[in-house]
């Protein structure tokens, strides 16, 4: 009897080695399906790298026009400070003109002349490189390019027109360097 429990012992071992066997090898079928999901995934993955590709080439297009609008507004205020500057300068220019406007002295007279001559050449300059300055009189009153530092009432105005102007105003290629200073005709 023994020798046949170590036969049969032998058997089971024999088909349970046969069954490990069955399940380490896949069959055709789940092959197909394991490298059907293997290239899946190498799709996906290109993909993904198309995607990450499209995505910084973006990027950098956005960069680079980022780039050129900092260097063109570098370029079109970066005097700014400058002219900022040079504002008051001609404001001199201008109370000095008006206090010798009306002076008889002949050496006055000359005076005059040359500073309205320097005073020119200024203008021209500074608006060749962009400066203009700020319409007042005449014009309704706008917050963005007037400050009001008076109101007064005008016959023949319109309400919120500016009468006078203390200080001029400037733009520097479009851009508000400094609001004109008026007063403003308030009818009521």
């Not at 059907?36 to 198309?50: I, L, Q, R, S």
Request: with cysteine; net charge negative.
């Amino acid at each position: 009897m023994t020798d046949q429990v170590a036969v049969e012992g032998d058997e089971m071992s024999k088909s349970e080695d046969h069954k490990e066997l069955k399940i380490e090898e896949p069959e055709a079928h789940e092959v197909e399906v394991v490298e059907e999901v293997e290239e899946e995934e190498k799709k996906h993955e290109e993909v993904n790298y198309k995607d990450k590709f499209y995505y910084l080439a973006a990027e950098l297009e956005n960069l680079r026009r980022r780039h050129d609008k900092e260097k063109s507004d570098l370029i079109k205020y970066g005097n700014e400070k400058l002219l900022s500057g040079l504002l008051d300068v001609l404001d001199n220019f201008e109370r000095t003109m008006e206090a010798i406007q009306n002076d008889e002295d002949e050496k006055v007279k000359n005076i005059y002349i040359g500073i309205e001559m320097v005073q020119k050449q200024c203008l021209e300059l500074l608006k060749k490189n962009g400066l203009e300055s700020v319409e007042a009189v005449g014009e309704l009153f706008d917050p963005n390019f007037h400050e009001a530092m008076a109101q007064q009432p005008a016959e023949g105005k319109k309400e919120n027109e500016v009468i006078s102007v203390f200080q001029k105003g400037y733009k520097l290629n479009g851009r508000l360097l400094r609001a004109a200073k008026v007063i403003v005709a308030k009818n009521n």
